[in-house]
């Protein structure tokens, strides 16, 4: 067939997501990935699965996303070594004590239960972490999974269901045409159509917004990432701090994985790679967290190709300028948590013409020119 109801680019989770929840909906689907499913950013992430200090206009997404984590088994036939480890997050001084407590409001009204610890509760319950913190915020429903499994594995289950997943295959060029979108693939002189087009492509997104004049100014980031040799059972939840520096996990197999900074991404050559000096200064962060890590040795720091937004947040949404086209990319450092439920929103973008899930500040609209007060009050 070469024809389908919805075509995606990019088999990150994203659009691996959109694949299944597409073929969910009965769409015939094709998806098309440059290289392996899962092997960009949304492979080799920190695993983090954290709805806690989202931006509010992510907020209604995180919550859709974390309940799917939280099915995840049922839906893909894995878990994908999801585990609800909580996640939190450390105060240095009062004033983030204040940040945390007003942040625990804004999380209530989404239905997420944030728990206020002061430094003595923290002293009993995480004995591990270093003293000097004023205090943290607890979301237990938070946690962490393994990034490797879970974008292969939406693509596997949406194959199962009928969708074509085609990966070693780029999409060169994409064009609007009456019936829809027509899609050239390198090196193939057949092209692809669909009725629907979405861009999941990641780092990579912005430039194939630019095809359809959707102009955006995206760039890469690269988290710099460690990982530790398996060490005893230590660390519970999965730790971040106010400011945003370290963050911190132990997986189930006992290695401990940590980043702060960032390396070097070149999206151009699809290489990426962590900075030495940022990995020991990251090393000596996590030990000032938890002092136990003082002799356990690094075995390998890595990184990858991420795409940030000026305001640090994703576009996800219907093309402005262009019908039957969707985009989600730009996640800035945060879209794994996002991914489970970005795909099921754009299959209801695409196939049902709305969602449930509120994305309004996630619109690729936002970046418009806003109108000089000159020319405003010249219409
Ligand atoms: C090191 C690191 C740590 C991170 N830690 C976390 C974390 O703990 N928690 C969290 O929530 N987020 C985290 N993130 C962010 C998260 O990994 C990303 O936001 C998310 O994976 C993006 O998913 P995606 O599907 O949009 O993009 P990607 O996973 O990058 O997938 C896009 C895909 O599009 C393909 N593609 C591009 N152009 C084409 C084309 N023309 N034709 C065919 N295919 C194409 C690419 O090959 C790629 O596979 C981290 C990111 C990095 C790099």
């Known amino acids: 067939m070469t024809s389908f109801d919805v075509a995606i680019v990019g088999g990150g989770l994203a659009g691996c997501s959109a694949a299944l929840h597409a073929r969910l909906k009965g769409a015939s689907v094709i998806l098309l990935e440059r290289g392996r499913c899962g092997a ?3 492979g080799v992430n920190y695993g983090g699965v954290r709805q806690q200090g989202r931006h509010p206009a992510e907020l209604p997404l995180a919550c859709r996303s974390r309940r799917i984590w939280g099915r995840l088994a049922e839906l893909v036939g894995s878990d994908c070594e999801f585990t609800a480890t909580g996640h939190l997050k450390l105060a240095r001084n009062d004033a983030d004590m204040q940040s945390l407590l007003a942040y625990r409001d804004i999380a209530r009204d989404h239905g997420i239960d944030l ?11 995480y004995p591990y972490l270093a003293g000097g913190y004023s205090g943290a915020s607890l979301c237990a429903a938070d946690g962490q999974a393994n990034p490797r499994l879970v974008a292969p594995a939406f693509a596997r289950k949406a ?20 019936t829809g979108f027509r899609l050239s693939v390198k090196g193939e002189t057949q092209a692809i159509k669909a009725r629907r087009l979405i861009n999941t492509a990641g780092a990579w997104g ?31 939840p999965n730790l971040g701090i106010c400011g945003g520096s370290i963050y911190l996990r132990q997986t189930q197999n006992g290695s401990v994985v940590f980043g702060a900074g960032l390396g070097i991404a070149d999206a151009g050559c699809l290489r990426a790679r962590p900075l030495a000096d940022v ?4 090393a000596r962060a996590a030990v000032a967290m938890v002092p136990q890590l003082t002799n356990v040795l690094v075995v390998r720091t890595w990184t990858g190709i991420e795409g940030r937004m000026p305001d ?9 300028k262009t ?4 985009h989600a990319f730009g996640f800035s450092g945060h879209g794994f948590q996002l991914g489970p ?4 929103v754009l299959a209801e973008l695409c196939l049902d013409g709305t969602s449930p899930t509120p994305i309004d500040g996630l619109s690729l609209a936002r970046f418009d020119p806003v109108p000089s007060s000159a020319a405003a009050s010249s219409i």
Do not use: Y
């Not at 359809?212 to 398996?230: G, H, I, K, L, R």
């Open 40 to 42: 960009q950013a949304s």
């Open 115 to 125: 728990e206020i610890l002061s430094a003595a509760d923290l002293r009993s319950r």
């Open 159 to 178: 194959k199962e269901l009928g969708a074509i997943v085609r990966e070693q295959c780029e999409l060169e060029q994409a064009e609007k045409v009456a």
């Open 206 to 236: 912005a430039r194939i917004a630019r095809w359809f004049s959707d102009d955006v100014d995206e760039q890469v980031m690269a988290p710099n990432m460690c990982v530790t040799e398996p060490v005893a059972p230590l660390i519970g």
């Open 279 to 282: 990995s020991m200064d990251a």
């Open 312 to 320: 640090g947040l994703p576009v996800v949404g219907k093309s402005p």
């Open 323 to 326: 019908e039957g086209l969707f």
């Open 341 to 344: 439920a970005v795909g099921a």
